[in-house]
Each structure stands twice: as C-alpha cells, then as structure tokens.
C-alpha cells in the first residue's frame, strides 16, 4: 500500500484538526502563530532530512511511502513536519488549559539543573559517539539548546515538558509503526543501535528539537499577537 504513510500523517491530525474548533481550547483560534513556527522550523528539518537521506543515515520504504518524491523525499515525509507538530501542539494548548498560565522560574529552580544535566550529557554522548551520524548531531544540537533554555529561561518549560511527556503516548504509537512496518528505516550504523521497541533512542531527543523552536517562535508570536490587539 504505497499510500500507507500518507494516511499515517492523515490519522494523526485528524482528531487535533477536528478538536481544534472545540470551545474551551479554541486551538483554530492560535494558527497564525502555529502555522508560522511550524513552517519557520520545517525548512531547517527538511535539509536535514534530504542530507541524512542522501548518506544513507535512514531511508524510506517506497512500498509504503509511495513514489512520489520532492527533492528526493516522500510527499508524506514533508506532511510529518505539519502533521505531527500540529497534533503536538494541540496536547501543549490542553495542557495550558488545563493548569493555567505558568509563572516565571524561581532562581535555582530544579528545572534548570535539569537541563544543565542534560546539556552536559548530551554533548559529552556527541563527542563520545562522533562517528555515528545521527547520535552526534541529534544530540550535539539538544546539547545546544538546553544551553539556550537555560539562558532565555522562558516561563512555559514546566507547561512544555508536561505536554511532552503527554506525546509520548502518540509518539510511540506512531513511530513505533513508521519503524516496525516498516516505513522509515535507519542505519544501525549511524545511531547507538539501542532501540525503545522498534524506535531509536535518538528519536527522543529529535523530537525535542522539533517541538522545542516551535514552541519558542509560537509563543513569542502569540504573545505580540495579543500586544498588537
């Protein structure tokens, strides 16, 4: 079924979009601002993608990616950059909803040592790893932006992590399947080989390096939104 992956993307947005017009969250109200991170963050994902692509870091199952391509990715790869961090986004603002507008980090808060943690950790796994291209640079660029968060220190990272620890029930269900059909497939050579089901370890921390600058741009646009009006 060469349109497998297509209806993947199709399935994962389609109960967010539905839900988008429900009166609490209004989330269709917000698309200004999400569309724009959104497509800010997939040009630079996209590159990174065709690059990958073309060294062999993962590739994709024509039989259930289909054949048509742009710049020698699937049609349905580029809607994964739309689909998934719209229905992503969509937890972030029931989380909003449901806990209110968070308050800025006390100094020393446990936040911050948490991502300085990880900061370190991440960037001495990329130089212990160097050689395996997808490792390194997933984790050398998580190592970069846990720095940034620590600097900028913007006051909806509990509200982000909450949210996050919410896709991971959706992201498991659906790059569980991308990896096992399977659709996507990586180069073991290229990664720690250590695997959570059939998903890379990596993936973690690519999808905090996804949702992360969305979130950054959407609320800083959002919030000049509101100043504007």
Excluded at 34 to 45: E, K, R, S
Excluded at 92 to 106: K, L
Aim: proline share 4%.
């Amino acid at each position: 079924m060469q349109s497998l992956y297509l209806w993947v993307d199709l399935l994962v947005i389609l109960i967010p979009l539905l839900g988008s017009f429900e009166r609490r969250v209004q989330f269709y109200r917000r698309w200004k601002p999400l569309f724009a991170a959104i497509f800010l963050v997939l040009v630079p994902f996209i590159l990174w993608d065709i690059r990958f692509a073309e060294n062999g870091v993962w590739h994709f199952n024509e039989r259930y990616s289909g054949r048509v391509t742009i710049m020698g990715l699937p049609l349905a790869e580029w809607l994964f950059f739309v689909c998934i961090p719209y229905a992503c986004m969509y937890i972030y603002e029931w989380v909003r909803y449901v806990r209110g507008e968070e308050r800025a980090w006390r100094r020393g808060a446990g936040l911050y040592w948490f991502h300085a943690l990880m900061g370190t950790g991440c960037l001495f796994a990329a130089f212990i790893f160097h050689e395996k291209a997808y490792t390194s640079v997933v984790l050398g660029l998580s190592s970069i932006l846990f720095l940034l968060i620590n600097v900028w220190r913007p006051a909806y990272m509990v509200r982000f992590w909450v949210a996050y620890l919410f896709t991971l029930i959706p992201f498991f269900i659906v790059n569980g399947f991308l990896t096992a059909k399977p659709i996507v497939l990586y180069n073991d050579q290229e990664n720690l080989g250590f695997r959570l089901y059939s998903i890379p370890v990596e993936d973690l921390f690519y999808t905090f390096l996804l949702l992360m600058p969305i979130v950054i741009i959407y609320e800083r646009w959002q919030r000049q939104d509101q100043t504007d009006d």
